[in-house]
């Protein structure tokens, strides 16, 4: 092979390297990577009101082998740019009393109660637990949601029947309705960003002492 072409080949070899530097830079930008804030949740609630329900419908997870949780689940969910670790405990009378093992190192509470809760005969054993674990010191200052499983209902209580069996006196405490997926997934939503607001509250509480 003769030296000029020799040079022609390694001239078109450092054109087609150019060309494709170019290229790269004009079509092959990395997306600026999206900051994804974590939080730990817990999810509790009386046996049998829904908890694991809901908790598979967010997470897009088969309903036909959903059963009471007898220890906790643990299930990773997407929300918007966010990931929220859930960790659900049983709700049984012999559970119940450990529950306060799980508050520490957690971001928000979500209490799941049935639509109709003002009919249920465990009402008193519902409202003590509710107090306890929400006036406990590790999750009062923490964001909490009360989600009302609707899934299929006819019998739906009120929003301010509910904070009368309950005793909620103040706005941290928000009541979502669950109906559907969709009515869900907005409830997780809220619930997000209000923990979202919480948390940078208390960096700017931080910040101000500093």
């Known amino acids: 092979m003769s030296a000029a072409l020799q040079n022609i080949q390694l001239l078109f070899g450092v054109c087609r390297i150019g060309i494709y530097s170019c290229l790269r830079r004009l079509f092959g930008r990395r997306r600026p990577e999206v900051h994804r804030e974590n939080f730990n949740v817990l999810c509790l609630g009386l046996e049998s009101v829904g908890?694991?329900?809901?908790?598979?419908?967010?997470?897009?997870?088969?309903?036909?082998?959903?059963?009471?949780?007898?220890?906790?689940?643990?299930?990773?969910?997407?929300?918007?740019?966010?990931?929220?670790?859930?960790?659900?405990?049983?709700?049984?009378?012999?559970?119940?009393?450990?529950?306060?093992?799980?508050?520490?190192?957690?971001?928000?509470?979500l209490f799941v109660v049935p639509a109709d809760l003002s009919n249920d005969p465990r009402l008193d054993g519902m409202k003590q637990s509710f107090n306890d674990c929400t006036q406990n010191d590790l999750l009062k200052a923490k964001a909490k949601a009360v989600l009302v499983n609707c899934w299929d209902k006819n019998t739906i209580c009120e929003k301010n029947e509910i904070e009368k069996i309950l005793g909620i006196q103040s706005s941290d405490t928000a009541i979502h309705y669950c109906k559907d997926l969709a009515s869900t997934k907005e409830a997780m939503s809220a619930f997000t960003q209000s923990m979202k607001s919480q948390r940078t509250s208390s960096a700017d509480a931080v910040q101000s002492r500093v």
């Open 51 to 109: 908890k694991t329900y809901l908790l598979c419908q967010l997470a897009g997870e088969p309903l036909s082998e959903v059963k009471p949780t007898k220890g906790f689940h643990v299930k990773d969910i997407i929300v918007g740019n966010d990931t929220l670790h859930l960790k659900e405990i049983g709700g049984s009378d012999t559970i119940r009393p450990y529950w306060n093992r799980y508050y520490n190192g957690m971001d928000g509470l």
